[in-house]
């Protein structure tokens, strides 16, 4: 359909887009001139930035689809991910062409799943937006708590403020939100993922990302660099032998700070509104209280929970790269690969 109105116009066409619909608006300029506007995948935009293409123009990209877990938002079905696109141009050839998309995208239920995530209570943060990017949902279930340990974290901090090690590693989120508001003053500094790196940018600290989600990246990130370093690591009391070793074998000293113990909160998990069932760590899923059902996608973060959980006698259906963004793509993968089926 459309609608003109002197030289200007209005065109709406409607499509198909899977199972939900496409609304295409196009405003045409004083001129007559309609302009198609170029849409760029290329780059990866967090939600809400604000793209300028120079030269042809400039493009405001939004996404709407970043609901609070378990939304079900304003689709009639439920259970949806909606993606709206704004995009408008300028032109240097004489004419002013605006152009206007408004699109529309709705996953049916086949496609959408609630996911129950494993989560220290706080933890969970952008869960629910970084699940929604993909089409999904998630809420937090907790078989595990942590208990602080004051006088470790005062010994970490009085031995970074006397100058005792030359590089700190922050393995979790959780030491790092404790202790970098106590800094004053320190070495290099080195993160897993960026849960963990949001937490040091938060309190001004400086830091380098480990290029994968796991502690076995340490020392070949910092290859011979680390020989005769002392490396402070803060974390919790979950013994990990296999990164003390490989410090040690490539050289370094390192010196582990339990700052932290985690317990079984003993509450059975509450898996009954939920699809699937994401486990974030090996101890999140040795200590978890939880029954599997028939119809309960069961997942895992990284291969190291994998492993554990095959151990215990549970089978994952998909095993993520150690990131929840990488645990989603391969969730979406397998989805597409099975036609949805679970």
């Not at 604000?50 to 996404?63: P, V, W």
């Not at 689809?65 to 909606?82: F, I, L, M, V, W």
């Not at 309960?296 to 994998?306: H, N, R, Y």
């Amino acid at each position: 359909m459309c609608r003109e109105h002197g030289k200007g116009g209005i065109s709406i066409r409607y499509s198909q887009e899977r199972t939900g619909y496409r609304v295409n608006k196009c405003v045409r300029d004083k001129g007559g001139k309609h302009r198609r506007g170029k849409r760029d995948g290329s780059k990866k935009r967090e939600e809400g930035d604000l793209e300028a293409e120079q030269g042809t123009g400039k493009r405001i990209r939004m996404h709407a689809g970043n609901y609070p877990a378990g939304s079900t938002e304003d689709h009639p079905e439920g259970r949806a991910k909606q993606d709206l696109y704004h995009g408008s141009e300028m032109r240097e050839n004489g004419h002013k062409s605006t152009e206007m998309h408004t699109i529309i995208s709705y996953r049916g239920d086949t496609s959408h799943m609630k996911i129950a995530v494993t989560r220290l209570a706080g933890k969970e943060k952008s869960d629910a937006a970084r699940c929604a990017e993909f089409g999904h949902s998630c809420y937090s279930v907790h078989p595990l708590r942590s208990e602080i340990r004051q006088q470790e974290i005062t010994a970490f901090v009085d031995a970074v403020h006397s100058g005792a090690f030359d590089c700190l590693f922050f393995t979790s989120a959780l030491p790092a939100k404790i202790i970098a508001p106590l800094l004053k003053r320190y070495p290099r500094v080195i993160a897993i993922g960026p849960q963990t790196a949001g937490e040091l940018r938060q309190f001004h600290i400086g830091y380098e990302t480990l290029p994968g989600f796991y502690s076995r990246d340490f020392v070949p990130y910092l290859g011979e660099w680390i020989r005769g370093k002392h490396i402070g690591i803060p974390r919790a009391d979950v013994p990990n032998p296999a990164l003390i070793e490989s410090i040690n074998a490539a050289g370094g000293i390192a010196h582990e700070f339990r700052c932290y113990g985690l317990e079984p909160t003993g509450n059975p998990l509450d898996l009954q509104p939920a699809d699937a069932i994401l486990f974030t760590s090996a101890m999140s899923y040795a200590k978890a209280e939880w029954i599997q059902r028939p119809g309960l996608l069961v997942m895992a973060i990284g291969d190291i929970t994998a492993a554990a959980m095959r151990k215990g006698g549970t089978d994952p259906a998909v095993v993520g790269d150690g990131s929840l963004e990488g645990t989603l793509k391969a969730l979406n993968a397998r989805l597409a690969s099975t036609g949805n089926a679970r």
